[in-house]
């Protein structure tokens, strides 16, 4: 069954607001701290692989969530220049029991699992591995899992309005195809956009009136405007929008992005993507703990 933590106020999830880092870690209040002596060779090993992990919230929520719940576990951040050094990782930390994978590996870690969960496949990306582990610490195999549509649909769901039909999603990497799948099964019909054409898509200088007349909501999956280049957004006709449009940015460092400024500016209602990161968070703990 599932199991949110219990410090997490009722109505938190169902909020339409955009909430920040401070407030999360002001919410996530813990009702006591555990102390209690650690056997490092039962300790286990969760962490993330990208490149870069500048912008990484997920070691330090799972690391209070350790030491608040009493889990003799560390989360740790592995940072790779390339997709190829996975298995040195895995050397170096054979207590590792699972992972999360963002920018740019999403895709590219397919490979090296024994096998994908069909949403997963679905989507075409993984973020989420399981370690399955057998007799010994060389015998494992890898699953991977898709948390980001789960906790984007179930973060934008409250903020959707029968005016929205259409979505522009801007980029097309590993997040925007799972972001395309939870609007699909929202009723919303996405729409990529992307600076190359490619099929099935459109490129930012496409972006005619009625497209976007037609196209209410618009999610931001490009890194444009993560920190410290807060100066960027994507080039799009704010102009255009209204107070019908919703702008949902998947970056949640800045708070308030360049991207969601200019939307509101227009009317438009924002949100950015920390609630999302959260509930992905919650998504990754189950993976892990509770489907072996």
Not at 104 to 109: A, L, R
Not at 217 to 237: A, F
Request: glycine residues 8%.
């Amino acid at each position: 069954m599932r199991q949110p933590w219990k410090n997490i106020p009722v109505g938190f999830m169902e909020s339409e607001k955009s909430v920040t880092l401070r407030e999360i870690e002001a919410t996530v209040i813990f009702n006591s701290i555990t102390t209690f002596a650690m056997k490092p060779q039962d300790e286990k090993i969760y962490g993330l692989i990208g490149f870069p992990l500048t912008h990484s919230f997920s070691k330090v929520f799972f690391n209070q969530k350790f030491q608040a719940e009493g889990i003799n576990a560390r989360y740790i951040n592995f940072e790779l220049p390339d997709i190829g050094d996975l298995m040195e990782v895995f050397s170096e930390y054979p207590a590792i029991d699972g992972l999360n994978v963002t920018i740019p590996y999403k895709q590219q870690i397919m490979p090296y699992l024994s096998d994908i969960d069909p949403v997963a496949q679905r989507i075409g990306a993984v973020n989420v591995v399981q370690v399955i582990r057998g007799k010994s610490s060389n015998d494992f195999k890898l699953v991977g899992f898709n948390s980001d549509m789960a906790g984007f649909v179930n973060s934008i769901r409250p903020m959707l309005k029968p005016c929205h039909k259409g979505a522009l999603v801007l980029g097309s990497g590993g997040a925007s195809r799972a972001v395309c799948c939870g609007l699909e099964d929202l009723g919303v019909t996405p729409l990529v956009v992307s600076r190359t054409k490619r099929d099935g898509m459109i490129t930012y200088d496409e972006i005619t009136p009625d497209i976007m007349d037609s196209h209410k909501v618009i999610v931001n999956t490009t890194p444009l405007g993560m920190y410290p280049h807060v100066d960027e957004c994507p080039q799009i006709p704010y102009e255009l929008m209204n107070g019908d449009f919703l702008a949902y940015d998947l970056l949640y460092n800045p708070d308030v992005t360049l991207f969601m400024k200019r939307s509101a500016e227009q009317g438009a209602e924002t949100k950015n993507g920390l609630e999302m990161l959260l509930l992905q968070a919650f998504e990754s703990w189950e993976i892990w703990t509770a489907r072996k």
